[in-house]
């Protein structure tokens, strides 16, 4: 099963886009890129998943490169209730169970 | 979107007591559900997995005896702390997958947790 690599932490000026990123570089070609965040004391939030092509949502979007090694999510008007820790997962691919790692804290400051 | 609602979202309890968790599904049926705990400072540290109409997975290290888990239907599962002391203090948090879904592409939906405090 794919693990993931992140910057342990990032700033982030408000207003502008946060781009975060995630190294998977044993993904297998089925298995997707999940991003999920971490408000304080909240359970974790859904964000936005792929395979291979870029998403968008409401809430971010995801570039994956064409090797499928690493990806970045993109949080394009980084708002301070942005500031959370984001976790990329990749699910194991027989369970579905998601194991978190340390995640990325972002910090959008004023 | 997909709702998971778990209670209490905080419960205080006396070492040697019991305490339940429970986590349902409000908008879509679910035949796995995940737990989850969290030490201050520290990442989401999976316990088992639930499995509706059959017993519970657990991960390597975590005591099924200590951690009941019961998922009786397709929108509950609970979480029992047997025995507690404080050094189960913690959040435990459950999440959910749509059971009409893949597990490849479709997201886990998490609850709100609950903080537990073990006097």
């Known amino acids: 099963d794919a693990k993931t690599t992140q910057p342990p932490s990032m700033d982030c000026a408000e207003g502008r886009a946060a781009n975060l990123p995630c190294n998977h570089s044993?993904?297998?070609?089925?298995?997707?890129v999940y991003w999920y965040r971490q408000i304080h004391s909240q359970g974790p939030q859904y964000i936005i998943h792929g395979l291979k092509n870029n998403e968008t949502n409401e809430m971010a979007s995801l570039i994956i490169t064409e090797d499928r090694k690493s990806s970045t999510l993109i949080l394009p008007h980084a708002t301070l209730r942005d500031t959370a820790v984001y976790y990329c997962i990749v699910p194991h691919s027989n369970t579905g169970k998601l194991i978190f790692g340390q995640g990325t804290t972002l910090q959008v400051k004023p | 979107g997909a709702v998971v609602s778990q209670h209490p979202s905080w419960v205080i309890c006396k070492s040697g007591t019991s305490v339940k968790i429970e986590c349902r599904s409000l908008d879509f049926q679910a035949t796995t559900m995940f737990w989850y705990r969290q030490f201050p400072k520290q990442s989401l540290m999976l316990m088992a997995t639930?499995?509706?109409?059959?017993?519970?997975?657990?991960e390597q290290g975590v005591e099924k005896d200590k951690f009941l888990i019961n998922h009786a239907s397709l929108t509950l599962s609970t979480l029992t702390v047997t025995s507690a002391h404080p050094e189960d203090s913690s959040f435990y948090i459950c999440?959910?997958?749509?059971?009409?879904?893949?597990?490849?592409?479709?997201?886990?939906?998490f609850g709100n947790g609950t903080r537990l405090t073990v006097t």
């Open positions: 999440s959910a997958r749509d059971g009409r879904q893949t597990s490849y592409n479709s997201p886990l939906h």
């Open positions: 639930s499995n509706e109409g059959s017993k519970a997975t657990y």
């Open positions: 044993t993904i297998s070609g089925n298995e997707y």
